[in-house]
Every structure is written in structure tokens, then in C-alpha cells.
């Protein structure tokens, strides 16, 4: 079952839980469809922490980077099959 919008929207805001995370990330090491789905509304975020965002924390920003790196790899990884 793909991650649904609600899912992926949390899981870019980083507001879900430990157990929630877990799942998610799971899906997505075999999905790259939902990867795809990550990377685009990760956009968002990575902007906020590239430009001047006084709003985000350190770590916000360090987590929002370490995602965008990490979807990119996937999405890279996938494409590199075809
Ligand atoms: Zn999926």
C-alpha cells in the first residue's frame, strides 16, 4: 500500500512519530514512486533552509538537508535502472 498524501506531507514536516517514521521510511527504501512523491514537496523545506530563514533552527535546517540529500540519492538511485 503506497503512502498516502497525509502521510508524506507529515513525513516532510517531520512531525511524525518515531514509529510512524520507521514505517514510512520503510516504504519508501522500496518504493521509488513514493520517493518521487518526497522529493518534490521536500522542495519546499529546502528552499526555507537555503535562503535566509531565521525561523528554522540548526537542526531543523541540518534535518531538512540530510532528507533532501537523502531523496535525491533515491530518486537517483532509481533512475540509474532504467
Ligand atoms: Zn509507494
Given at each position: 500500500m503506497h503512502l498516502t498524501e497525509r502521510d508524506i506531507a507529515l513525513y516532510v514536516e517531520q512531525t511524525l512519530s518515531e514509529s510512524e517514521r520507521e514505517r514510512i521510511e520503510s516504504h519508501l527504501s522500496d518504493c521509488p514512486a513514493c520517493v518521487e512523491q518526497v522529493a518534490a514537496l521536500t522542495r519546499l523545506p529546502l528552499i526555507m533552509a537555503d535562503?535566509?530563514?531565521?525561523?528554522?533552527?540548526a537542526a531543523t535546517r541540518r534535518r531538512a538537508e540530510h532528507l533532501e540529500t537523502w531523496t535525491r540519492t533515491r530518486v537517483r538511485d532509481d533512475s540509474s535502472y532504467k
Open positions: 535562503t535566509t530563514a531565521p525561523h528554522l533552527d
